[in-house]
């Protein structure tokens, strides 16, 4: 079961560490998971690695979540991969304009285990038997 | 006058008193004639009149009879009856009063005396009414006024109640992220100010949990337990609890026990380890010299009942008569300046008292200033009838050693921060968890596991409040599926009404937000035998893998034992640097194994060997060599032979470096998060302290160029 579900692979990226330490504790024992800290790791992983599924921090230095994600867009390589947006609690604003640009979904901080295995699940057109 | 007529019945067998008395009354009173008893009673079927007028001679039924008869139904006791009797018969007037009469009048009767003594009655009778009246207009005013300060006290206990909610619930965050990161490899530093920290939140814990209880005792909302206990297990817990403390205090703590009793008791052990915890830890916090004694007597038994004597004595400040008058009362304690010497609430001796006194004992206090006090009480209890089984053996926790369980809970819980701390809390005692986020998500996991035929949780921790489906509904909804999974309370809210609540509602204990560890562990004792057990002064750490610890061990043994001389040649050949390294090694080694005074001795030397000067002083190294030789005799028993070598192999081992660098390289490279179970293996390898830093980071590019660059001194590249 565990290498069946191991074919999937989601690029975390957060510049937060407790962040990023929470996401990858909710989702290592389900998918392959690689972790960085800032827009242009990301984009760079995301080129080399293809993974199938990009959890993306909104607020981020140097280059924000929708940079990223307009990055990713410019290439055909990438430009498919499902992004969903991390946003703060009370961010509306971000998840509004997230979605109007193309993000498949967001999950908003402090996470809620099930709901971040819920929506990575659907994104990826799994579903997990736990969760109804 | 009168608006409505007051009516009155006048009894006579004599037609001419009848009708004389009768047109004197009607004027002014409705009157009913009745020519005898018989008639009268008709009468007073119809009505009830305001007054009756009763002769005494009568045939058939007397006036004495009719009295009776009239006293003694409800309907009509409270009729004034004025009787009509011969003149000068004193006699008959002194029954009559004796049988209830308000008044009598000597026939031939005067009219108007007549209509005076009725008058007199009817106004005695109009006041009785009134001041009836006002009575109970007073009554409903009382009535109105206590239910308003019933309504206040209980609106104080449940502001109470949700303060205390309140304060433990960041209260729970505070102690068990304290306790976790003092299991982490922190610095000493870091070490020592999270210690102050979690003192003193478990003070200010014990703090609020003494004016939660004062609260419930004084609404008298706690009730004493009934279980099956074993009483000398309860002196051996307050043996090892206070003994540390009197030791260190340099008291003398004595536990006399003169009769022991091989029969379990029936009672509350918690509540009375309480009382005697109270009254111990105040023995040896205003003792400065002397002896601290805890006595213990067999008074009286008998086939079913065991009476015992406890006396706590001690020779410290004592108290005068005026003291020992107050000491009982909430929030006093005496002097003004012992209190600030001493701290607390001085609620420590209420509870006591009122816990001793709900068990039926009453507590006596000795004392003399400057020579010492006694605290004493009796108890009976009732022995362990047959059907009600033996004592739990593990009713209390054993405190200096941690136990190590197996199993799988299941933590229902919304907030972030405290399925943290579970999570964690109950890693570190072997538990594997699944977090729920709310009562729905936990019903859900446990029928999913049912209906697949999973193995199911052993145990589930059970929040109150949740969003979606709170503790109570999703407690409900789980033992309906008859899983056998026993639930238990982890709430904030610890108030004996909740937790009769969470009791009625199928879960089977409750467990106060926050916890402290023993408190977990006297918990899951009841539904876990530990598989092993760790001492706490051999490791106090129970996060570290075992096996980790062994290859510390190991470590420790094989690069330590000569430390000391290493670092006495360094500075004699004047390399203080050298000295300077191996004096830091020794103190982070030291606090791997939470080796503190060690750890504290090294860092006195390695401060004094700073920027390259040596400020050591002898004692300092006469400290360090006590401390490294103390730890070195306790360790060298516990090596490992076999691993011993493959340790100190390990660490010089190329092969098996290269082997975890490559593997870390290839994680790195790739961002993988998984990198960060090498950790543990890297903490062997010198000079990766950075290393670590910034993979625990995630800083994982960072991390690559520091590894190259160990890979290339290390000329492994």
């Not at chain 1, 024992?29 to 992983?45: H, P, Q, T």
């Not at chain 2, 009725?118 to 409903?140: F, G, H």
């Not at chain 2, 009404?497 to 467990?511: N, P, R, W």
């Not at chain 2, 081992?653 to 390289?665: N, R």
Request: hydrophobic share 40%; proline share 3%; aromatic share 6%.
């Amino acid at each position: 079961v565990k290498d069946m579900e191991k074919k999937y692979s989601i690029l975390v990226v957060d510049d937060d560490t407790s962040n990023l330490m929470e996401l990858v504790s909710i989702l290592r024992a389900d998918y392959k998971i690689y972790a960085v800290k800032d827009g242009a790791s990301a984009l760079e992983k995301a080129r080399e690695s293809l993974p199938d599924l990009i959890l993306l921090d909104v607020i981020m230095p140097d280059m924000n979540g929708f940079e990223v994600l307009g990055e990713l867009r410019k290439s055909d390589k990438t430009k498919n991969i499902p992004v969903i947006f991390i946003t703060g609690v009370n961010d509306s604003k971000s998840e509004r304009e997230g979605l109007e640009i193309g993000a498949a979904d967001y999950i908003r901080k402090p996470f809620d285990a099930m709901a971040v295995k819920k929506s990575v699940s659907l994104q990826l057109g799994i579903t997990i038997n736990s969760i109804d | 006058m009168q608006l409505t007529q007051k009516k009155i019945i006048i009894v006579d067998d004599n037609e001419a008193n009848l009708s004389v008395g009768r047109n004197l009354l009607k004027p002014y009173y409705e009157v009913y004639p009745a020519p005898s008893a018989a008639k009268l009673f008709n009468i007073l079927e119809k009505l009830v009149p305001d007054l009756i007028l009763l002769d005494v001679n009568m045939p058939e039924m007397n006036g004495y009879e009719t009295i009776r008869r009239l006293k003694a139904d409800k309907r009509f006791e409270q009729i004034p009856v004025v009787f009509l009797t011969a003149k000068n018969d004193e006699e008959s007037e002194m029954e009559g009063f004796d049988l209830g009469a308000a008044d009598y009048v000597t026939k031939p009767f005067s009219g108007p005396l007549l209509l005076r003594r009725i008058s007199n009655q009817l106004l005695i009778e109009q006041q009785k009414r009134d001041l009836l009246a006002s009575q109970a207009a007073l009554q409903d005013y009382a009535d109105n006024l206590e239910i308003k300060v019933r309504e206040k006290t209980a609106a104080k206990t449940i502001f109470l109640a949700n303060m205390s909610h309140e304060l433990r619930t960041p209260m729970n965050s505070i102690v068990g992220f304290s306790e976790l990161a003092l299991d982490d490899d922190v610095s000493l530093k870091t070490r020592n100010y999270l210690s102050k920290i979690l003192e003193n939140s478990e003070w200010l814990l014990h703090i609020i949990n003494d004016i939660l209880e004062i609260t419930n005792i004084e609404s008298g909302k706690i009730d004493l337990n009934r279980v099956a206990f074993d009483l000398n297990e309860i002196v051996n817990v307050c043996r090892k609890m206070f003994m540390p403390k009197a030791t260190e205090n340099g008291l003398m703590l004595n536990f006399c026990i003169y009769s022991s009793i091989d029969k379990g008791l029936m009672g509350d052990p918690v509540r009375l380890r309480q009382a005697l915890v109270n009254l111990l830890s105040n023995a040896i916090k205003f003792t400065n010299t002397g002896f601290v004694e805890f006595l213990m007597e067999i008074k009286d038994i008998s086939n079913n009942t065991a009476t015992v004597y406890f006396e706590i004595s001690d020779s410290g400040v004592g108290m005068t008569p005026e003291q020992i008058g107050i000491i009982f009362d909430p929030f006093t304690q005496v002097e003004a300046g012992t209190t600030r010497s001493h701290g607390g609430t001085g609620l420590g001796l209420t509870i006591t008292k009122n816990i001793i006194e709900m068990m039926g004992g009453s507590i006596t206090v000795e004392s003399t200033p400057g020579v010492g006090s006694k605290f004493s009480f009796k108890l009976t209890f009732d022995l362990i009838g047959e059907d009600e089984g033996k004592p739990k053996k593990r009713t209390m926790a054993d405190i200096t050693r941690k136990p190590r369980y197996a199993g799988e809970i299941l933590i229902c819980e919304d907030n972030e921060m405290n399925q943290h701390v579970a999570k964690e809390t109950l890693a570190k005692v072997g538990f594997s968890t699944v977090i729920a986020g709310n009562g729905k998500i936990g019903y859900e996991l446990v029928k999913d596991r049912m209906q697949s035929g999973e193995k199911l949780f052993d145990l589930i921790f059970m929040d109150i409040h949740m969003p979606v489906m709170d503790g109570i509904e999703a407690t409900v909804k789980i033992n309906e599926l008859n899983s056998g999974i026993p639930i238990v309370a982890m709430t904030a809210n610890i108030m004996p009404d909740d937790v009769k609540l969470y009791l009625a509602s199928g879960m089977k204990s409750c467990i106060g937000k926050p916890f402290t560890f023993q408190e977990l562990v006297l918990c899951l004792n009841e539904y876990f035998e530990p598989v092993s057990w760790q001492d706490e002064n051999e490791d106090e750490s129970n996060n570290m893998e075992s096996d980790l610890r062994q290859k510390l061990i190991n470590r420790f043994v094989n690069k330590n034992s000569g430390a000391l001389n290493e670092i006495k040649d360094a500075i004699r050949d004047g390399d203080i640097k050298l000295a300077y390294r191996i004096a830091h090694n020794l103190k982070s080694s030291a606090g791997q194994l939470q080796k503190t005074c060690l750890q504290i001795a090294a860092q006195e030397v390695e401060t004094s060997l700073k920027d390259g000067v040596n400020k050591t002083e002898p004692w300092q190294i006469g400290a360090l060599e006590q401390e490294l030789q103390t730890v070195i005799d306790e360790l060298t028993p516990l090596v490992s032979e076999a691993s011993a070598n493959e340790i100190s192999e390990y660490s010089y081992d190329s092969t098996a470096v290269f082997e975890l660098f490559d593997k870390l390289e290839v994680l790195l490279g790739d961002s993988d998060p998984e990198c960060l179970s090498l950790v543990d293996d890297l903490r062997f390898i010198k000079g990766s302290d950075e290393l670590i830093r910034q993979i625990e980071d995630y800083d994982f590019k960072p991390a690559m160029e520091t590894l190259e660059k160990i890979m290339e001194e290390m000329g492994l590249r």
